[in-house]
């Protein structure tokens, strides 16, 4: 009778989180009887929370010794080696408390949690799935599944989670903030500006919720009301390093500026991370160079693209192999190259390419200027539908080229909005011009050129979200990449039969009256006074552009890299004649 009065006092305890008496208690049951499976499964459960994990896993062990058939115990020694990082070991563990128990839906959820975090995210969502048809009301599966969908960038998927998970817990203020998200990959801001206020609303110190909440408004040139947000977010968490190097962006800095202060503070700290440091690095260079410190500017985009690169663990023969393998698998694509009679679409693509930074982005704001013309932004379907057909690894005939096409049209058609002609500016579609000519015979290609050191510049102080662009964290990888580019591009104009449309984007602007008609003409458009004022164009804009596309188009920008020039002097001699 003894012993079940101390084992309910200890289950009270446990589950009122006094875990310190419920330790002492699980100790003197344990001594009263070792074979008893509950005192060591609640002591090992204990250490777990207390992070004491070499006991936590003693423990879990002596209660799977004298029952050996409990699947609870099972997934505690799974969650005490997950936490280890034996991996290997807890999936085992999970996978057993689920051999046992086949409605476990708890061990089907960390089993999933685990996957995830090994980058295993097919099989995550899998177990996530099996957890919530045994649980449907599960509001934390419902969300890992909805960050397993936006890992893999389905955001469609991963918003309907989202949405379950906040049906199922009205307050889950986590789950509006990466709703908010999903809503802003997806370009519908006034849904994702309305998620993040409402996660801020439910938790008041989110810090992530501010930090989002001021990319959204960055993005909709609502400057300081981005700068308000960022300053709340690093106030609420100080080490809150990508939030300064937004911050950055949107503002400028002298030396007794409170931000600068913090964000030097925090560098000198040696409390960060690689990749917060990495942050604090841009935001410091950024700073430096509104100051006019050219020197330490330097130093800190030195720093941080260093940082950046390691991170990213790219090396430049990747390209270059990829580079050579698109020019030799283009022979046996252009062999299907379609008929514009034969396949004909009432959408016309208008497909702006070349480097990054090059000024691709205000090229499509005069463009999609005009009011016949939608500016579909960056988009990913060309890469994602056509890199393994470009590359070789996919088995070319008619059928894939025709496949390809189709499915492009299908991807752009929800975006058109009524209209018929879209721009697609992602820059680094220049690789794929040769699939694109032969798929699309009927589309118009913009090719945008810029002086070459400019270009190469502006890419090494630019820190690009996306992993996908990795060459520019090295000024030497930097022009190596750009003379790949320029090589394919001569390529191109040599081999395939669409005229590629150069233009010149420094000469843009010193005659863009001049430069944007021959443009506008080239596109068989009817003139439209407003491809002049591209600043007067109000459609949001994603890229790292979004804030120089809102002023007038000026003159000498491309000159601005001429106060680091003696820093690259080497590698800029390797962009001469090119």
């Not at 008619?398 to 189709?406: A, G, M, S």
Request: proline letters at 2%.
């Amino acid at each position: 009778m003894k012993t079940k009065l101390k084992i309910d006092e200890l289950l009270k305890l446990y589950q009122s989180r006094n875990f310190d008496k419920a330790e002492k208690i699980a100790i003197s049951l344990s001594k009263e009887d070792p074979n008893n499976s509950f005192a060591w499964k609640v002591l090992g459960l204990i250490y777990l929370t207390k992070n004491k994990l070499a006991l936590s896993l003693e423990a879990n062990k002596k209660a799977l010794k004298i029952f050996s058939n409990d699947p609870e115990i099972y997934n505690n020694m799974g969650n005490t080696l997950s936490k280890l990082l034996r991996y290997d070991q807890a999936k085992f563990y999970y996978q057993n408390a689920i051999n046992i128990k086949p409605d476990f839906f708890i061990a089907y959820y960390n089993l999933a949690n685990l996957l995830k975090l090994e980058g295993k995210l097919d099989e995550a969502i899998k177990n996530y799935q099996l957890s919530i048809r045994i649980k449907p009301d599960y509001a934390e599966a419902h969300f890992n599944l909805g960050n397993s969908f936006k890992q893999q960038a389905k955001f469609i998927d991963a918003e309907k989670s989202y949405k379950q998970a906040i049906f199922h817990k009205p307050n889950f203020a986590e789950a509006y903030h990466n709703l908010g998200v999903i809503f802003k990959e997806k370009g519908e801001f006034i849904d994702a500006e309305k998620s993040c206020r409402r996660a801020i609303s439910l938790k008041s110190d989110y810090a992530e919720a501010y930090h989002n909440l001021g990319v959204i408004q960055q993005i909709k040139g609502e400057l300081e009301n981005a700068k308000k947000n960022y300053q709340i977010s690093v106030k609420i968490k100080p080490d809150y390093a990508e939030s300064y190097r937004h911050l950055a962006l949107v503002k400028k800095f002298n030396t007794k500026d409170n931000d600068y202060l913090n964000m030097k503070k925090l560098y000198l700290s040696n409390k960060l991370s690689k990749k917060q440091r990495c942050h604090i690095c841009f935001g410091l260079a950024k700073a430096n160079e509104d100051m006019k410190n050219i020197k330490k500017a330097f130093d800190y985009y030195q720093e941080g693209n260093s940082l950046r690169k390691k991170e990213l663990d790219y090396h430049i023969n990747e390209d270059k192999q990829k580079f050579e393998r698109l020019k030799l698998n283009f022979e046996k694509i252009f062999n299907y190259s379609l008929n514009t009679n034969e396949f004909k679409s009432n959408i016309k693509p208008i497909f702006i390419v070349g480097m990054p930074r090059s000024g691709t982005t205000l090229i499509e704001q005069i463009i999609s200027s005009h009011p016949d013309v939608l500016g579909g932004g960056e988009l990913p379907y060309i890469e994602q539908l056509g890199d393994l057909i470009s590359i070789g690894q996919t088995m070319i005939n008619l059928n894939t080229i025709i496949k390809f096409r189709n499915s492009y049209l299908e991807k752009i058609k929800p975006l058109l909005n009524n209209k018929s002609i879209i721009t697609d500016k992602m820059p680094q579609n220049f690789r794929y011009i040769g699939l694109i000519s032969v798929a699309f015979p009927e589309a118009k290609i913009i090719h945008v050129k810029r002086n070459a050191a400019a270009v190469c510049w502006s890419n090494y102080k630019q820190y690009f979200s996306s992993n996908n662009i990795r060459y520019n964290y090295s000024m030497n990888d930097v022009v190596e990449y750009y003379k790949l580019y320029n090589n394919l591009m001569r390529f191109w104009k040599k081999t395939i039969d669409n005229e590629i449309y150069d233009i010149d984007y420094d000469l843009l602007t010193t005659s863009r009256e001049l430069s944007i008609k021959k443009l506008i003409n080239h596109l068989g458009l009817n003139w439209n006074n407003s491809c002049l004022f591209p600043e007067n164009n109000n459609r949001i804009v994603l890229t790292a552009s979004n804030l120089q596309i809102r002023k007038h188009i000026y003159k000498g920008s491309s000159q601005k890299y001429l106060v680091y020039e003696d820093f690259f002097k080497n590698e800029f001699k390797k962009l001469d004649n090119l």
